[in-house]
């Protein structure tokens, strides 16, 4: 039996290096980013890109894994490629000696919740979140339950080209479990909340009017509200992975569920994106709110039962820092990009945060933006308050945000945020991410990073009226110009 023991551990230690590092050549057009890789079906993106992401995601996992194989969630949106892109993703896994966690259609916010109760090493997500139907992509996880940060996947990224992939033998190779239960494990999470009264919920009977875009939200959002005691009206709740709707859920793209809200005399109208981590709303009178006020609303719950930090991006609106202080709480802002805002409230102990997109993050339940956690704290805000969704906005006050960008290289951008800087005069000057000026005493700010993906320099400025707005958006303009 020690022979047995000695030997297999021998051939855990000793996957195969399969010959040189595989000269993969990375296809044009194939956005490499740190959440993962993205790209449209047919084109850059098919079965060998994602076998070969997968496979290299795997030899990188298991570096971390001795003495057994490193186990990983792969989850899926309702996409038509999903189901192909699964199985050669489960595959190449496989064959670098992982074992597999399949839970199939699944959103990602269930997908990562499920690396802890299963003890899993990691996570895959077979989605393209918010991008178009022609997209798909991957994105990945780590063992703590949150995507991979950006030296994560640098390291990763080296198995791509740079590091040997170890495939293995015959004997060591992974295996593959379905499991049926992963939405409900992540369902009673939500459900455990300290200040959700399931019960008081319950009793209210929302009347919600619901918009999963056909998504993996379908298998997610109806449950949830139904467990809540909601009636459910939905539409866009048949999992085909074709989008009746452009998928961000963001105002302008929700028309559908405005009129399904004022039809079926709703509470409420709750729209997803395709793998159900954002949030969008719409009120009792068929008005979508804007995605701003999703983390807002929710934030304000959880002020109402907590105090301690909360933590969002640079880019979002200042709705949020109202509420904060009005309880007496400074909000931190985090470079753009989930996992730094996340990783920042895993550092600081933040009771909540997230982003402007609707996308809602809950460390009681799990640091990554989750929709079922907006939905529930949303509800239990309208319970508490009494109040009517419009009635919870109204108090609010409002903003504009204006976006433009501009062509730019990268290597232009120290010069021009420097002159920028001098030009503006702000009171409040931000570098960790691009340039952010704030003028807090008159509501307005100003950010200007470089996208990751493009040659181009994106601009945001948000201020109580659209011209205020749009004026620094020009005064950027113009700075810029002069600069060049
Ligand atoms: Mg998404």
Redesign the pocket.
Known sequence: MLALKAAREAAFSTNRPHGDAMAFEIPKDLMVSVSGVRGRVGESLNTEVIAHFAAAYGSWVRQFVTGRRPKIVLGRDSRTSGPMFARAAGAALQSVGCDVIDIGLAP?PTTLFAIRGEHADGAIVV?A??NPVQWNALKLASSDGMFLDGDQAAEMRQFLNDRPIAYAAWDVLGRVSPREDAVKRHIEAVLAIPYIDVEAIRARHFNVALDCISGAGVVLLPRILKALGCEVHGINLEPSGRFHRPPEPVAENLAELEEHVRFTHADIGMAT??????LSLVDESGHAIGEDFTLALATKLVLRHREGPVVTNLSTSRVLEDICQEHGITLERASVGEINVARRMEAVGAIVGGEGNG?VILPDVHLT?DSAVAAALVLQLMLETGKPLSGLVGEQRRYIIVKDKLPRDAGELAGAYATLERELDAPDVDRQDGLRLAWPADGKWLHLRASGTEPILRIIAEAPTREGAAGLVEAARQALAAQA
């Open positions: 990602t989605t979140s918010h994106d395709p793998d159900a981590d954002r996308g933006r």
